[in-house]
């Protein structure tokens, strides 16, 4: 097991076609993950899906997929809920194909009701989809709720473990930035990464958080929460990998870093080099 790093869609400066991105990132960049972004909607073929999984596992690249923005579980309209879980079950069907782990989304908007009652609508919709998803044969791949950045989201840390304690076969994604976002800069220090993920373990258990599915970068944010994502090297803004990274080498956890920065790939090897230089350190220790 290892931490592995990747993009959040296709590498900067690469022209070829999707299947072979996983060959890219492997030899070019030695990154080993990759999230393929069906944000705009599902639109990949069966055929492409499998070629794209079949590069991934021969240079052994961990897919995940993010599924479309325009989910809201929580919505008022009852029409809007079922056409989500109808995206999910379509992000699921596209993971299957591609042997992604996990279908990455963001659960909703609170709108109109309370936080509780925003809370209960996305559980009993997350539910529907699993138990459709695990009927049509898509047992294998996880759901995994994304914490979110926005006040006006569904998606703070609590809210995404009890989805996770409610649906089966669903896991946290944790995005750091959001969570930063979210908490008004609160991931100050190695402390604040701790009790995160000390939080996650009580509830989920330690098989889960040893393997948390991650998206990390610099983010910019407002009294609303988050504003805009920013690039590793720029100063000012939070949070910071070396602490995240000094926590992973420290506990011997095997996350998957995706990195949502505005240079995708660049940042992602920052971040495997910050990590390999803090591994070899403590090794000389």
């Known amino acids: 097991m290892r931490t592995r790093f990747g993009p959040a869609g296709r590498p900067i400066n690469y022209k070829g076609p999707t299947e072979n991105i996983p060959e890219y990132l492997r030899t070019e960049e030695g990154l080993d993950a990759f999230e393929y972004q069906a944000v705009r909607g599902v639109k990949i073929s ?12 021969k240079f052994d690249v961990l897919l995940s997929l993010h ?97 996770c304690e409610s649906v089966p076969k669903t896991l946290p994604v944790i995005d750091w930035a959001h969570i ?9 220090s190695k402390d604040d990464y701790l009790k995160v993920l000390s939080t996650i373990e009580d509830r989920l258990g330690s098989d889960v958080v040893k393997t948390l599915h991650c998206h990390f970068t610099k983010v910019e944010f ?12 720029e100063e000012g803004f939070g949070p910071h990998f070396e602490q995240l990274a000094t926590v992973i080498v420290e506990n011997g956890y095997s996350f ?13 090897i920052v971040m495997k080099r910050i990590l390999e230089q803090i591994l070899r350190t403590k090794q000389q220790t």
């Open 180 to 188: 930063h976002a979210r908490t008004k800069g609160g991931l100050k």
């Open 46 to 57: 069966k055929d492409k899906a499998q070629i794209l999984g079949e590069s991934a596992k």
């Open 67 to 163: 599924a479309p923005y325009a989910i809201n579980l929580a919505s008022s309209s009852e029409s809007t809920r079922k056409a989500s879980v109808e995206r999910l079950i379509r992000s699921l069907e596209a993971a299957k194909w591609m042997g992604a782990r996990i279908v990455v989304f963001h659960p909703g908007y609170y709108g109109k009701f309370s936080k509780e009652e925003a809370l209960k609508l996305c559980i009993k919709m997350l539910k529907d989809a699993r138990e459709r998803a695990d009927s049509l044969g898509f047992k294998e791949v996880f759901l995994g709720p994304e914490t979110m950045g926005k006040l006006s989201q569904v998606g703070s840390l609590d809210e995404i473990i009890t989805m």
């Open 222 to 233: 407002s009294d609303k929460g988050e504003r805009r994502h920013r690039r590793l090297d």
């Open 256 to 268: 998957t870093i995706i990195s949502e920065s505005p240079v995708l790939d660049k940042d992602a």
